[in-house]
């Protein structure tokens, strides 16, 4: 796949800012032009790796992930899947070219991803995708409607550590026998049990990247039973996605120098990002406090 789409301006994109001041909706539109130099596809996640040799191509570990998150979801087609929190449809946009049968509906809160995502949609042909403006706590969709809905690094901007906004959500949206993916990073234990400097390097992660908090892993899966999932399936899968969190840093000290050379001013934002991008590899290596998770369950 290759965009090869106009990307808005700093100044178009502002149009599309809230004027209530979402720290989210900031982040991403004024820092989601950046995520170009992470992923020639605006995959906004990372990645899965399989095979020994897949470190050295992070756009193959990132596009295993999409193809690991709807492979979780057992689709078919006619199905209608949905993407909570979708930033630049990269997943959908996968899915879609993959399975022209199926229908993939992203949401995200941030409206200049709205109108980005709409472009590249559009520009790779594809009519079994859209991208529609939605908050995922109270999504404009029937209950019982869909086949399958996922989060990929997305819910974790929800609030509370229990994520119970867009996993109740999901449950209400999801038809009988439909499955729900969430794939994040998550704590293994309380904030306050973190040891100081991770404790440090999860605050700068949380700040800079406009999370109230990681979920935790506990609470979550607790909360998915108490809301009435079944076979809930919990993988940890830190080591699958070491190999591409490990190009973290570099991509961001490459992506400063030649900003820097280029003579280009960094905005408040870009330089949150790469803050975030530089520790978020120093704190995955915390083992014992923070895990990445792919969490799949069923309503029955
Ligand atoms: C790190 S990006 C991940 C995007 C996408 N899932 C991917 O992997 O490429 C997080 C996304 O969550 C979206 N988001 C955050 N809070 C949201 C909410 N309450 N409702 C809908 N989308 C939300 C952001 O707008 C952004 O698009």
Redesign the pocket.
Same mark, same amino acid.
């Given at each position: 796949m290759k965009t090869g789409t106009k990307i808005y301006t700093k100044r178009e994109r502002t149009e599309f800012k809230t004027s209530t001041g979402n720290a @989210?909706?900031d982040y %991403?539109t004024d820092a989601g032009p950046d995520y170009e130099a992470w992923s020639k596809n605006? !995959?906004? &996640?990372f990645g899965f790796a399989l095979k020994r040799w897949d470190c050295l191509s992070r756009e193959k570990m990132l596009e295993r992930m999409n193809q690991v998150v709807l492979d979780s979801l057992t689709m078919k087609d006619g199905d209608t899947i949905v993407?909570? *929190?979708? *930033? =630049? *449809? +990269? #997943?959908i946009r996968y899915g879609a070219y993959k399975y022209p049968n199926i229908k993939f509906k992203g %949401? #995200? @809160? #941030?409206p200049w991803?709205v109108k980005q995502s709409g472009l590249l949609i559009q520009n790779m042909g594809l009519k079994n995708a859209e991208v529609l403006y939605?908050? %995922? !706590?109270q999504l404009a969709i029937e209950k019982n409607s869909v086949h399958g809905v996922f989060? =990929?690094?997305?819910i974790c &901007? +929800?609030d509370g550590t229990d994520k119970e906004?867009?996993l109740k959500e999901a449950y209400r949206i999801l038809k009988v026998g439909g499955t729900f993916t969430m794939v994040d990073g998550f704590l293994k234990k309380p904030e306050h049990e973190l040891a100081p400097s991770t404790k440090k390097m999860y605050k700068t992660v949380c700040e800079n990247?406009a999370l109230p908090s990681f979920g935790n892993i506990n609470e979550v899966v607790y909360k998915m039973k108490q809301l009435g999932f079944k076979s809930i399936d919990v993988k940890e899968i830190s080591w699958k996605v070491a190999p591409s969190a490990v190009h973290a840093p570099f991509v961001t000290l490459f992506f400063l120098v030649k900003s820097v050379l280029n003579g280009k001013k960094l905005k408040k934002e870009s330089i949150k990002n790469l803050k975030a991008c530089f520790t978020i590899f120093f704190l995955g290596m915390c083992r014992r406090s923070i895990g990445y998770y792919k969490i799949t369950a069923k309503k029955v």
């Open positions: @989210i909706v %991403y605006f !995959n906004m &996640h993407d909570m *929190g979708c *930033g =630049l *449809g +990269a #997943t %949401y #995200t @809160i #941030t991803q939605g908050d %995922y !706590n989060g =990929l690094e997305s &901007h +929800a906004g867009p990247w």
